[in-house]
């Protein structure tokens, strides 16, 4: 039995997501330096981002752990969408996603640090947005400052009149799906429940 849940990631927003399910984990940020040359998706891709940032984390690690590593990747036809560097970056992004569909892949990993065995997954949602007007950009950026967000934006933030729509779990839009989640740390068994 392992009970020690490792959360490889300092996002908040998948802390906000595993607290809504009365886990208790601990928060190890991981120290992987991501690779940003490769900028056409695939479901490798995002899984094994997720990978890297919890295998990363295991010689941090303390006694049978279970760690969790996730990645979420925008993707615009083929194209990755990153994280912006700066205020023109996530202006350009938003311009490219405007009026557009993409989707939003979360890889996931569960390592059991005991044996090393791991789990991997990946979800996809899409998400619509309408046609956004120049003055709507720069509101978004100006209030919302989204440089730490694949994509340039947060839905959970979003303002009326930005997402037309989206289907699939919005959880995994931002940032983790707690049921893809759950159905993974159950494969190992995990006492993770309160």
Do not use: C, W
């Amino acid at each position: 039995m392992v009970g020690k849940i490792v959360l490889a990631s300092s996002s908040p927003r998948r802390a906000d997501i595993l607290k809504k399910l009365n886990i208790e984990f601990t928060i190890i940020p991981s120290p992987y330096v991501e690779d940003h040359t490769t900028t056409v998706f695939s479901y490798d891709f995002a899984e094994n981002l997720a990978y890297n940032k919890a295998k990363a984390v295991l010689p941090l690690v303390k006694g049978p752990s279970l760690i969790i590593g996730a990645d979420t990747v925008v993707v615009l036809g083929n194209e990755i969408l990153e994280k912006p560097l700066d205020y023109a970056g996530a202006f350009a992004m938003l311009k490219k996603l405007s009026g557009k569909t993409h989707r939003v892949v979360t890889g996931i990993v569960v390592i059991n640090s005991a044996t090393g065995n791991y789990k991997k997954a990946s979800v996809t949602s899409e998400v619509t947005f309408e046609s956004l007007s120049v003055p709507q950009i720069k509101y978004y950026i100006e209030e919302f400052k989204p440089f730490d967000k694949a994509g340039s934006y947060g839905i959970q933030e979003m303002p009326e009149g930005y997402i037309k729509s989206y289907t699939g779990d919005l959880e995994n839009i931002i940032g983790l799906s707690s049921k893809a989640l759950l159905s993974m740390l159950s494969e190992f068994s995990a006492n993770y429940k309160d």
